[in-house]
Nanobody
Framework: QVQPVESGGGSVQSGGSLRLSCAAS?????LGWFRQTPGKEREGVAA???????AYADSVKGRFTISQDNAKNTLYLQMNSLKPEDTAMYYC??????????????????WGQGTQVTVSS
């Protein structure tokens, strides 16, 4: 199966917005966005299950929105009111073990290469 491919990262000032995109083909149960900074574990940011339910990390609730366009096999992450602490490498992931949304890395077996998001104060 093809690995997901992320795009849309970049540099933005605090309070700004970015939209990440992920091309993810193939049959999956759940799609998610994760982020990682040097020396830290990869953390779940947002996920959407095949049942349409979504899940968000507490740190991004009310600021980030995950969505998907099934016709285009594309996953999105709209990030608003960005903060310097959102700076990280963002990864898209696809999984077939969990029907609902999951913010744990073990639910995913296909990962993209990542796209860098940098938020300056």
């Amino acid at each position: 199966q093809v690995q997901p491919v992320e795009s849309g990262g970049g540099s933005v000032q605090s309070g700004g917005s970015l939209r990440l995109s992920c091309a993810a083909s193939g049959y999956v149960y759940t799609l998610g966005w994760f982020r990682q900074t040097p020396g830290k574990e990869r953390e779940g940011v947002a996920a959407i299950g095949r049942n349409g339910f979504t899940a968000y990390a507490d740190s991004v609730k009310g600021r980030f929105t995950i969505s998907q366009d099934n016709a285009k096999n594309t996953l999105y992450l709209q990030m608003n009111s960005l903060k310097p602490e959102d700076t990280a490498m963002y990864y898209c992931a696809a999984g077939t073990t969990t029907w609902g949304p999951s913010l744990t890395t073990t639910a995913y077996h296909r990962w993209g290469q990542g796209t860098q998001v940098t938020v300056s104060s």
